[in-house]
């Protein structure tokens, strides 16, 4: 890195820096330590779900208090779980190692030495020996053999026994990855997932120069379900939508819950065309469905979603290309509910045309 691009780095933290602590200060956030990292993130750009509920919650409440701050950290930032148990399997997997090392500093030992009684055993047969010193080293040499022997069985057993052990940790790890990654309600990804995906997809989308698409889906009065039939309805929706998306989205597609009741699909090497098909099969999917109560087989009616779709531009980030797929989602909303609009369809263009404003 030459010295002018390291200095424009530098200043480019300082400016981000600046702008987390103005809007720290203007939506009423503390100044601790927790809420600049949550600022400086939003400001870089660096977790595009994180960016979405900032401006959701200022939109609402037109601050952004300490309890938000802590909800926004704990959803977005943190990953301490994951540390936690990426620090512990490391932990055993060093002292795995230690006790293999000196299994193999003990086998080391015994070759070593059983190579010297071989060395002392051919010396003595060079310089003439009678038959009973024969006997003596032959026998000499049978007890180093058994010896060597049984340390490298001992080596043996322990190395397969680590190696399950290191297995298993390994499955553990993965285990609780795959669990730190995942919606535990509806089995997709989670919006953390979601985030690094997002990113990842658009990365390899330029540098392949390969078309890439999102879609986001919202579900239509979804607390008007929550309030009348509780939570456990609720949860059912929410478990349907999911469903409904891994049945209708076959392709390498990354399918996310990245809000309470907001849906993500990334859609790698698509088209604005074929992505919008794709929300279209989901949406009229989930509209064909009756939802039963379970516990009475009362009908719930149907569930409708709204959905906005957005295809990779020139200049995108992950950041833009979310706002952009969002912001078509909320203009389904206002235009009715319960169907599909893309940054291209000509009634979009006309409220937004090509620029998109930033709420913060």
Known sequence: ????????????????????????????????????????????????????????????????DEGDIDALHTEYISSDRFTEEAEKTGAVVISEIDQVMEMLDMALGSTQKYGESLDAFAADLNSGVDRSRVREIVSSLVLATKDVRATNTTLEAR???????????????????????????????????????????????????????????????????????????????????????????????????????????????????????????????????????????ESLGKVTISVGVSAMRKGDTAVSLLERADQCMFFAKRNGRNRTIADADSEFQKEHGAGMTEVA
């Not at 939506?27 to 900032?54: F, I, M, Q």
């Not at 065309?273 to 999917?285: L, M, Q």
Request: no cysteine.
């Open 1 to 64: 890195m030459s010295r002018n691009q390291a200095g424009s780095d530098v200043e480019r933290t300082f400016t981000i820096s600046q702008r987390a602590l103005e809007l720290m200060k203007s939506y009423g956030s503390s100044a601790t330590p927790r809420s600049y990292e949550v600022w400086y993130t939003y400001v870089a750009g660096h977790k595009p779900a994180l960016n979405d509920a900032v401006k959701r919650i200022a939109a609402e409440n037109g601050k952004i």
């Open 159 to 297: 190395l397969r026994e680590t190696r399950g052990e290191i297995d298993t940790l390994r499955e553990t790890l993965e285990a609780v990855r795959m669990e730190s990654l995942t919606d535990p309600l509806t089995g997709i990804a989670n919006r953390k997932h979601f985030e690094e995906m997002l990113v990842k997809s658009l990365d390899q989308a330029l540098v392949e120069r390969s078309p890439l698409a999102l879609v986001v889906i919202d579900i239509d009065h979804f607390k008007r379900f929550n309030d009348t039939y509780g939570h456990l309805t609720g949860d059912q929706v929410l478990r349907l939508v999911g469903m409904t998306m891994r049945e209708q989205v076959k392709s390498k597609a990354t399918l996310a819950r990245f809000g309470g009741e907001e849906f993500g699909i990334i859609l790698p090497d698509t088209t604005l065309e074929n992505a919008r098909a794709a929300a279209e099969r989901v949406r009229t999917s989930v509209m064909s469905r009756e939802l039963i109560k379970r516990s009475t087989g």
